[in-house]
């Protein structure tokens, strides 16, 4: 501290030096030149002192991080989220809609293929259905709000004018500090109830090598309750969830675990990975829905036709029926 104080008093004598000098210079007759030392130290390296951190002032208030005079690391962390991040983002989501609307044109709604058996069987029973609207619910809210702060000043703002946008921001900013709590929960019930049924398994990649039947009707390669494409949404919830949790919890409370430079790091990472997370659940979204026939049953009511059950999950619905694969007239058997 004491090699750092007259270095920042110097820094700002140099301020008020160039104030007053400021109007000498337009008029360079006899005005005195502008020192380049200040008592012997080159001023230069007076500012690249303040500008890498290395000079810090001195104050009395309780909060000692208000005597940085420049954290010039904020100009990249600001560049980089209202530039690169934020234009990357808009692709990917761009994207999404978009690779969704080709695959419906070129594919249609993925329908049950053989007869209809009018039974129905049960896939998720109401705890679990519970679980899963409980991180849906909370999650839709987070990614609206969340995208209203990284791109409503551009889009919402000149829309629906100051006011409104200012109310509209509060209130889903509100929002998005407790439902993140409500999210973590889901999370943490998800994982515990489904991570069984998510081990990677060899099928898995025969389901894979097939692109699990999505681009050629007839086609269901055998899944267990999860199928491979699945795994891999569970565990892009699970990882990139805590990772929006670990993240999110350190942004609202904000030097309570990590310094600035950490937070910008935080919230940089935040946002990506909330963008990547929201591509990959708009399209968990359109197969759980309008993508697939049967498929919404069992998150609504937790009943599915057994012949969506048969072709879907020919492994999951031999271990829950003991009906083997191929004694029953349906496409989409490992025997097929
Ligand atoms: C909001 C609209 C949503 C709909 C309509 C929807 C629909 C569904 C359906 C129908 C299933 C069961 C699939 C099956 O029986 O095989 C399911 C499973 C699942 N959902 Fe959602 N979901 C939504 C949002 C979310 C969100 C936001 C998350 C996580 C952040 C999520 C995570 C999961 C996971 C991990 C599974 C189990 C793995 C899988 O089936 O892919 N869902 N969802």
């Not at 004491?2 to 820094?11: E, V």
């Not at 337009?26 to 005005?31: L, T």
């Not at 998005?176 to 709590?181: E, P, R, S, T």
């Not at 990959?280 to 049967?294: D, T």
Request: charged share 15%; net charge positive; with cysteine.
């Amino acid at each position: 501290m004491t090699r750092r104080l007259p270095l920042c008093m110097m820094a700002l004598a140099l301020v008020g030096g160039l104030t007053i000098a400021a109007p000498a210079l337009a008029a360079p007759s006899d005005a005195p030149p502008v020192p380049t030392q200040i008592e012997g130290v080159n001023r230069g390296d007076v500012w690249q002192a303040v500008r890498t951190g290395q000079t810090v002032g001195v104050v009395s208030i309780p909060d000692k991080k208000a005597a940085v005079l420049i954290q010039s690391e904020g100009e990249a962390w600001r560049a980089l989220r209202n530039g690169p991040l934020s234009q990357y983002g808009s692709w990917v989501l761009g994207g999404i809609f978009a690779v969704l609307a080709l695959f419906f044109l070129l594919r249609g709604r993925i329908r049950i293929d053989g007869a209809k058996t009018g039974k129905t069987i049960q896939r998720f029973n109401a705890f679990e259905r519970a679980a899963h609207w409980l991180t849906a619910g909370s999650f839709v809210v987070l990614a609206v709000s969340g995208l209203n702060l990284l791109y409503g000043r551009f889009t919402l703002l000149p829309l629906l004018g100051p006011q409104p946008f200012a109310t509209l921001t509060h209130y889903g900013k509100l929002a998005h500090n407790f439902l993140g709590f409500a999210f973590i929960l889901g999370l943490l019930l998800i994982f515990l109830l489904w991570v069984r049924h998510n081990i990677p398994e060899r099928h898995d990649l025969v389901w894979f090598l097939k692109a699990g039947g999505l681009f050629s009707k007839g086609v269901h390669p055998p899944a267990r309750k999860f199928n491979g494409g699945q795994k891999v949404i569970f565990w892009s919830t699970v990882v990139g969830g805590g990772m929006l949790a670990f993240t999110g919890v350190q942004l609202i409370f904000p030097f309570s675990f990590a310094t600035l430079a950490e937070l910008q790091l935080f919230q940089l990472g935040h946002a990506a990975i909330a963008i990547v997370m929201i591509a990959i659940i708009v399209a968990h979204i359109y197969i759980g829905s309008v993508g697939m026939e049967g498929a919404f049953a069992a998150m609504g009511d937790g009943q599915v036709e057994l012949q969506w059950a048969r072709e879907h999950h020919s492994l999951w619905v031999e271990e829950v029926t003991g009906e083997k694969p191929g004694h029953h007239h349906s496409h989409g058997t490992p025997a097929e």
